[in-house]
């Protein structure tokens, strides 16, 4: 004969049976409220450069609230060109453009070699002086 305790115990094993059942079901078919997540149409480089700009722009930005609206065309998932589109949202003013800085690049060498005066010229320099004395030299 079963004892209540094997009675208690095999009432006990079905309904966790059937909660993890019930629990583990899925509707797999997506319910029409739901949005597709867009889908993502940029490479890794260029996804990560919209997010970096982005990011830098909300964080340090000087005119993050003008342009707050403009920086929503900075999305990873779709922005092809994140260098033209952070030199559209620049701010301006009047149609003026006040922020002449603020930029993206993806030419590090060009711009370290800005950054610490070196720069490719045509070789020679605008100098101001008297040149009364120059026919010595030549």
Same mark, same amino acid.
């Given at each position: 004969?079963?004892? $209540? @305790? ?6 006990? #094993?079905?309904?966790? %049976?059937?909660?993890?059942? #019930? ?28 997010? $970096? ?9 000087? !005119? ?14 779709t ?15 009047? /149609? %003026?453009?006040?922020?002449? !800085? ?6 590090? %060498?060009?711009l370290?070699?800005?950054?610490? =005066?070196?720069?490719?010229?045509? /070789?020679?320099?605008?100098?101001? =002086?008297? $040149?009364? @004395?120059?026919a010595?030299?030549?």
């Amino acid at each position: 004969m079963n004892t $209540f @305790k094997e009675k208690t115990l095999r009432g006990s #094993l079905l309904l966790a %049976a059937l909660t993890c059942l #019930l629990v583990a079901c899925k509707d797999n078919d997506p319910s029409p409220q739901e949005e597709e997540e867009p889908k993502r149409v940029t490479s890794d480089e260029i996804y990560y450069a919209n997010r $970096f700009a982005s990011n830098v722009l909300s964080d340090v930005y000087l !005119w993050e609230k003008e342009i707050k609206e403009e920086m929503k065309r900075l999305d990873p998932d779709t922005n092809l060109d994140p260098i033209s589109t952070v030199k559209e949202i620049r701010y301006k003013e009047n /149609g %003026a453009e006040v922020d002449k !800085w603020t930029m993206l690049t993806d030419d590090v %060498a060009a711009l370290t070699n800005s950054n610490q =005066g070196v720069s490719t010229t045509y /070789g020679y320099k605008l100098a101001l =002086g008297k $040149f009364s @004395k120059a026919a010595k030299y030549l």
